[in-house]
């Protein structure tokens, strides 16, 4: 470790202004927050000096490409702390810091406002026009001509009342203070911000296999069949198409249905078992059609404002090119075997991890970020990946850097359900979006507990929710054996609370709910493992309400960012009252968190959530069911029947109509 | 501003392991946390790598002079947290890190744990083998062979039984660990601490005027008058005696009595007026005495137990050498005439502000510091720093650096009352104590919010309270005409709420009470201007409590620190209380707010806070009165008689006698 002295010799004149604590800030500024094209950061910092000197702050950001720096001057928010704002127009990485330097020229200001004995005011009056003289010294034209003029009347007049006017001159005392030489000044580190399309804050996920999507039992189903499907998607308001891995799939050791240790003869295999004698990571399953259907699919999406996303899963089965072309990218056996996954006393030998420690990883490295690559010149915008918590951080890092460099348009969504510090530091390192725990939060004291952090804690500057009510791997423990009202709970605290959220789509359209066993979350007869035939014209599909829910959010801006969620009071703990406001759009949902039974209860709104005074009237109007309450104060009652919905999804306006 | 991009490009590979949030650290690691010899650092951060693997963590710190880094295992906390203490046993700038590692070892010992298949575990052995030679390689002697034997143990034994427990040898275990290769190592930033002496977290000051020291009327007190009165101040308990400037006294311009603009005949001035033709800084005022008479009072002072603080204000009067020595350390005035001190309209024309930004900075910044190693060549350890939030922050921060680097065991308490981010501020450049807002809180939630905030807020790591009921300046609202029960309790407030505390003596012993007018907080007649007779003996005063209360400071641990500090309830807004602890010595104190009416109420002790259990018997001694209470649980009834007592000041025993 190296040597740190306390506290530097100084050489030369320190800045005496001093800059502290700026914020948003990540780890002492060592990751960037992230926004939206559109968004503002705002930024803050405690700015001062010693003594009575007084000091002006300024903002300074760049974005993309800039080469120079653009600022904007801090308010003073009391207490030494100031704040400004700017706005970020475009993709990529941002910078910001802060400025701060002594104001000789407030300072001044303020004591000759004070002052009053004739002959002070006269002498401080020529000491103000030295101020003056060296900001008319930095300034062009006709500035400069006019701060000269008022240095000059500041040392000519003679009456002090007039003097007081001729100081006091707002309009000059701006034009000086913008040409001010910056004593003092010093600034903060610089710190980073990286912002992305509008689709990385606000989007709703649908996934579903494609070999399930056949019209016609027995056949296995293919990208034209997804394609054929994407109006109905479409329809139900969704605008990112998620596909589990459309690669071929491994044979040696093929795991069977439910996860059988042994494939049998038709067992399809599981999309994750990548790699096959076709090819791997940029191959797809013959069964599934060719990268031309790919790329008409991809098209067709886009045509219809969703774009697909990929899962990338970086492992591979043995049957993988790469386990013979590469055979030092895989970890060996004291035998001379391939090790393969494995979670004592559970054996995964149909997968190979990838050792992201080879000797070789600069080419493996390479290897794999040309895989995103590939998929990107396919038309691809949008990648989950697979458990990237199972490999190295600094390979995250690397690799999104260097994708976003080319392609800032470019999501990453990590599927990494472990430790929390784990999946915040992914969050950190660069992935857009992030799987959550909302899978297994169900109470209303674990709902509200975990959104609050989602919106509110400092982690949110980089950690974006994507919330799945369900999975392929995961039928959560409320869904299990549960009827399809606990599903259209589930869909309306997923939509409403989130403005990134998903639903793994034909399960939870039709509410399934089997468990392979009393044990796991895994689904009975689980797609993962084999072609499904899912029945989606089904008359108790969920598919209306998605729509509807899909389409509110789409409706209301209030519903397309996380920050501003509030809570509110309920007497009964089945109710769970929110609300989220964009400027003038407010909404406020009531759900019944039980699917069995009709709730009722009184709910305490905080009105100005709202934006309503705390006295008056007001209107909400259940954008699921047309209806519309007149109310009062903040007091309301609220009855819901899980058989006529899972909750009010209220728009809110002022006043009665 | 710099260019910053937002991820480097990897060119060899990176750590794994990472390491964050690393705690203490101030700003993120810009300043350095304090402690005093003897006390302990504890240090956690997050530590944790990607997937299964399992980490280990390490402190390492290092003290003055130390050429390499010592190092302790960190325990895990769960939820990937860690931490480890240090002693910091010697005086300077203390250093430390942390680093992490991957931890194969114990990864291959948890799933080798879960293995059940022979063949399964024969092979796992095998590769545990591996990992054995290789920390073999790294170690000498007796352990390189006991490793090597193992490894061959789990090389050839073939019984699954047998192999389980030839793995699972914890003493082997652990010596491997010991020298394990440090796979993906990290290492966090270097923090610094800086260690005082003890008296920097625990002191009891004294403050008064030598020239009022005189035992006749009529005759100047000197500093020999100072050392006669030693005995009678160290019986009192205190450690510090701190003078107010002893240098001459400029006489152009001098303030008379009660801050009168001019002087009369006699009048002797402010001792904060410094400067005349008898000299400066490292004078001392003629009738005070010399610089032999100052060092017998410095030695006649140590050998009581005490130490003289002198008063540093770094201003001078127009009499000052400096101003004609050095005309360029003194802004000039449009008309030429140097610039006095003002704050308008007020005017201080007997003082010069010093212009720290002259171009001469460095030879002015070099003569103020070699002021304060003048002193300390005098035998003065302890420096009160008058007003330094007037002077920039970067002379501080040098000068401390620098006096520190030479002679650790300087103290420097900073008589800043101004905005909390300046004072703190002063504190994280480098001053070991600070003056606090404790003068103006007096209600009990003032109070415990605010000690709550001293105690227990992040920047207790760096700013270390001394509070002041009264001060030459500062007679505050609730002593203002207040009985002399009024000054006990703010003794009891002062010396048990905080370890470090301090009186202007004579005036708070003898319960001075006289305004100067209704508005300022300046005594009538303050002795800032005149010399005072101050009737020590006088039967009312408060001299016999304040031995009591600095004696038991000094017989109870409890008392010498801060970080303790724990309220508990009162049904009486009158009645605060609240304990400190220090292993088994603990104080439970129940002060009553009131001076002019006896008060009774309610206490509800949080026991946990003590040390006892929940429903046991305790005993609390009252260590201001030897009377003894049996108490059961947590609820117990108080009375106080502000004519008896301001307070009880409980010693806790559990259990009865």
């Known amino acids: 470790m190296n040597d740190l002295s306390r506290a530097p010799v100084r050489e030369t004149l320190a800045p005496f202004a001093i800059i502290e604590d700026v914020r948003p800030r990540i780890d002492d500024g060592r990751f960037a927050v992230k ?9 803050s910092a405690d700015g001062f000096a010693h003594g009575h000197e007084r000091v002006a702050c300024e903002l300074r950001y760049r974005g993309p490409g800039d080469t120079s720096w653009r600022a904007v001057e801090m308010e003073s928010l009391g207490n030494d702390r ?15 810091g802060v400025a701060c330097w002594v104001d000789h020229l407030s300072a001044w200001r303020d004591a000759f406002l004070r002052r009053t004995d004739p002959a ?21 034209g006709a500035a400069r001509e006019d701060l000269a003029r008022w240095a000059r009347a500041l040392r000519e007049e003679d009456d002090p009342a007039r003097l007081h006017e001729i100081a006091m001159e707002p309009s000059r005392l701006e034009l000086a203070r913008r040409h001010a030489p910056r004593a003092g000044a010093t600034q903060s580190a610089i710190f980073p911000a990286w912002v992305d399309r509008e689709r990385a804050r606000f989007s ?74 076709e090819g791997g990571h940029t191959a797809i399953h013959p069964e599934l059609g060719t990268h031309e259907d ?65 000797r070789d990883w600069r080419s493996l490295w390479q290897t794999l970020r040309e895989v995103f690559e590939f998929w990107i010149g396919e038309g691809v915008e949008v990648f989950r990946v697979d458990n990237p918590h199972t490999k190295p951080f600094a390979f995250w890092e690397w690799l999104i850097a260097g994708i976003h460099r080319e392609h800032p348009r470019v999501i990453f969504l990590a599927e990494a359900f472990t430790r929390p510090r784990v999946m915040h530091r992914l969050a950190k390192l660069g992935f857009t979006q992030s799987y959550t725990y909302f899978t297994w939060r169900s109470t209303r004291q674990e709902l509200t507990e975990y959104f609050t952090e989602l919106a509110h804690d400092p982690s949110r500057e980089y950690f974006r929710p994507n ?72 008359p108790r599909s969920l598919a209306p309400l998605i729509a509807k829910v899909n389409a509110i959010r789409k409706a209301h801006p209030a519903l397309q960012s996380d920050w501003s969620l509030a809570f509110h009071g309920t007497d009964n ?33 905080d009105l100005r959530a709202l934006g309503l005074s705390d006295y008056g009237a007001w209107t909400v109007e259940d954008l699921l069911t047309g209806e519309r309450y007149p109310w009062w104060g903040s007091r309301n009652f609220v ?12 728009a809110v306006t002022p006043g009665h109509p």
């Open 35 to 43: 926004r939206v094209v559109g968004e503002e950061i705002e930024v």
């Open 82 to 96: 100031w704040r400004a704002r700017f706005a970020v127009d475009r993709l990529g990485t941002w910078q910001y």
């Open 120 to 140: 002070d005011l006269r002498m401080h009056a020529r000491m103000g026009a030295e101020l003056v003289d060296a900001c008319a010294a930095n300034a062009q």
């Open 204 to 277: 709703s996920w649908y996934e579903c296999f494609p070999r399930s999507m056949s019209p016609q039992p027995g056949r296995h189903g293919t990208l034209a069949d997804v394609e054929a499907g994407l109006g109905r998607i479409a329809a139900m308001g969704f605008d990112v198409l998620y596909l589990p891995p459309i690669h071929p799939i491994g044979r040696t050791k093929r795991k069977g249905r439910n996860n059988s240790p042994s494939s049998e003869a038709g067992d399809v295999g599981s999309p994750w078992g990548i790699g096959a004698r």
């Open 294 to 358: 790919f790329r008409r699919l991809a098209a067709a999406a886009r045509e219809r404002g969703m774009e697909i996303a990929l899962d990338i899963a970086l492992q591979v089965t043995p049957d993988h090119p790469w386990v013979t072309q590469h055979p030092d990218w895989f970890r060996r056996r004291p035998d001379g075997s391939v090790q393969f996954a494995e979670n004592p006393p559970k054996k995964y030998e149909d997968i190979y991890p990838i050792d992201f420690e080879t």
């Open 467 to 538: 919330c799945w009510p369900n999975t392929p791997d995961i039928l959560p423990r409320q869904l299990r054996d549960a009827p399809i009202e606990a599903f259209a709970v589930r869909l309306v605290l997923a939509a409403l609370l989130a403005a990134n959220y998903g639903i793994y789509g034909p399960a939870f359209e039709l509410g399934e709910n089997r468990p392979r066993d009393d044990v796991s979350e895994e689904y009975l007869a689980s797609e993962k493992y084999e072609i499904k035939r899912w029945d989606l014209d089904r």
């Open 573 to 605: 703990d089945q109710l769970m009252c929110w609300s989220k406001r964009a400027g003038d759009d407010a909404i406020l949902v009531v759900a019944n968190l039980d699917p069995r039974h009709v709730q009722s209860g009184w709910i305490d709104v």
């Open 639 to 650: 009855m819901l029947d899980p058989r006529r919905g899972p909750a009010h999804v209220f």
